[in-house]
């Protein structure tokens, strides 16, 4: 496709359980990034890929967050042990590279919601 | 360190006034500087940059931003606002030569009929 694309677009699950969100960059793009946005407020960085790797994982909340991306292409972010807390909008953004002036074009979101 | 600052929660305008969304950065070096738009249960759309040159930045939708050093500010602007210009903005800032975007809170503009 054209644009950033992830999935599920929502997702409700109970606590305690695991989820796993996807996102699929634009074609070319080698940096990915990953954002929780609650309830229409700011952006909170979790994390970003420069190809496979992650040079900054500083924003992740707890180590029942992790991310992965193979192939420089798609990436998931999985959240162990769910929490209530962990409910928000979880944005996927990629560019053609970190460190280039060019803007990130963002996914639409998975909205988790934790019962 | 970076820093992001939209010191108004909420603008308000009536239709066919000029609208003002304030910007105020913080960087070590030069900044990269960029606007987007976030309608409801959209993910961010890109609207305009600042790189290097001229301090007036034109982009989409008819939106502007003025680049100004001393104050390091990175306003963004319309003559005319619509009805439909009612969304979230965010201001973003990346150092050059950087690997981070740090965004702003948001600001949450209202066109008014």
């Known amino acids: 496709g054209a644009g950033v694309s992830q999935s599920p677009s929502n997702k409700v699950t109970e606590k305690g359980k695991d989820v796993e969100l996807r996102c699929d960059p634009i074609?070319?793009?080698?940096?990915l990034y990953w954002y929780r946005q609650s309830l229409g407020q700011g952006l909170e960085f979790l994390i970003y890929f420069q190809g496979n790797s992650a040079p900054d994982k500083s924003g992740l909340p707890s180590d029942r967050f992790s991310a992965e991306r193979t192939g420089g292409s798609v990436s998931t972010l999985t959240i162990q042990r769910t929490q209530q807390e962990d409910s928000a909008v979880y944005l996927c953004a990629s560019s053609l590279a970190a460190d280039s002036n060019q803007p990130q074009h963002f996914g639409d979101g998975t909205r988790l919601s934790i019962l | 360190a970076q820093s992001v600052a939209q010191p108004e929660d909420q603008v308000n305008v009536a239709e066919g006034n000029p609208l003002t969304v304030k910007c105020t950065y913080s960087v070590s070096g030069n900044p990269y500087l960029f606007w987007y738009v976030q309608y409801p249960n959209r993910g961010l759309q890109f609207l305009l940059k600042?790189?290097?040159?001229?301090?007036l930045v034109k982009g989409s939708y008819g939106f502007e931003a003025e680049f100004n050093k001393s104050q390091t500010s990175f306003h963004l602007k319309k003559p005319s606002a619509l009805v439909s210009d009612s969304a979230l903005y965010f201001c973003a800032v990346r150092e050059v030569g950087g690997f981070k975007t740090i965004f702003g809170a948001g600001t949450r503009l209202f066109v008014k009929a």
């Open positions: 600042y790189i290097t040159g001229d301090n």
């Open positions: 074609s070319g793009h080698t940096a």
